[in-house]
């Protein structure tokens, strides 16, 4: 009942589209609608806007927060005005950040959970938007996984977690986002070849997202500076990664472009065969 509960049911959410629902609105709605007895959250999802239903129902039964359930961003950020952050920049993994994409109304316009704070950005998982920024970002009507700039944020509130805890915020240097391939360069002062440290994590688990499945350790909880070695020996080989301890879109970039590089089987996550990698493969562009 933490953060990390919420954050891993939150991506299981992500792809799913309501308008391909074969039940009418979304079945966060749809959910919200029986418990609240309001019968018309239930849709057209369309016609409902359920970013904070979706906030609610990955919340329920792991945090509290004033406000929830609910459905405006408004009356949530009024009623958890006790819980918003005085400094919007020490959001941290879990808590609800409320966009305003028009400063020119009153009225705010979305809410998304917080995955990753990356410092000059932050990572969400988001209903009822848009895949890309091509799309609809307060009515797209999926759930999805984005980066998002300061400049939207008008006010982050933590949620009170049932289990006392929540991770740490994890401000990153000049972060960079998924899509970016960094190259090695040529000039690195690293010997390959050599012995590779044992494979520190158990059988069976790996580095990786935060909200991902118990296998996965993002190094906000555990094995922080397992997972700095690591990165750091990738620094040490060329690659442009901030060796802070924590899995983020930058080191998932990383990851994937060093997989490639080395014919590795490609998923962004550092298990045993990609760990070992960093110090047996040859350094090459």
Not at 265 to 271: I, M
Request: hydrophobic fraction near 40%; charged fraction near 20%.
């Amino acid at each position: 009942m933490s953060a990390q509960d919420a954050l891993r049911k939150a991506a299981g959410e992500i792809g799913y589209y309501a308008p391909s629902d074969p039940l009418p609105g979304s079945k966060y709605g749809r959910w919200e609608a029986e418990r609240l007895n309001e019968p018309w959250l239930a849709g057209p999802s369309v016609k409902i806007w359920w970013c904070v239903i979706f906030v609610s129902w990955v919340l329920d039964g792991l945090a509290t927060a004033p406000g929830l359930p609910g459905y405006n961003t408004d009356r949530l950020r009024s009623l958890a005005r006790d819980n918003t952050l005085p400094n919007m920049r020490d959001a941290r993994p879990g808590d609800l950040v409320i966009f305003d994409w028009d400063k020119t109304t009153a009225a705010t316009n979305h809410i998304g959970l917080v995955e990753i704070n990356a410092g000059g950005y932050l990572q969400t998982i988001e209903g009822n938007t848009s895949g890309s920024d091509a799309g609809r970002q307060s009515n797209g009507n999926g759930v999805w996984r984005r980066t998002r700039s300061w400049d939207a944020v008008v006010a982050v509130i933590r949620p009170t977690w049932l289990d006392g805890t929540t991770p740490d915020a994890v401000p990153v240097s000049n972060p960079v986002v998924i899509a970016h391939v960094p190259a090695p360069v040529l000039d690195v002062l690293v010997t390959p070849g050599i012995p590779a440290p044992p494979f520190p994590l158990p059988s069976g688990s790996y580095f990786g997202w935060l909200s991902g499945p118990i296998a996965s350790v993002s190094g906000y909880y555990s094995h922080r500076a397992d997972l700095r070695r690591w990165q750091q020996r990738m620094k040490d080989r060329g690659w442009t990664i901030n060796p802070d301890g924590y899995y983020g879109s930058q080191t998932a970039g990383v990851v994937r472009a060093f997989q490639v590089e080395k014919g590795l089987g490609v998923d962004s996550l550092v298990g045993p065969e990609t760990w070992a990698a960093a110090w047996t493969a040859p350094v090459t562009r």
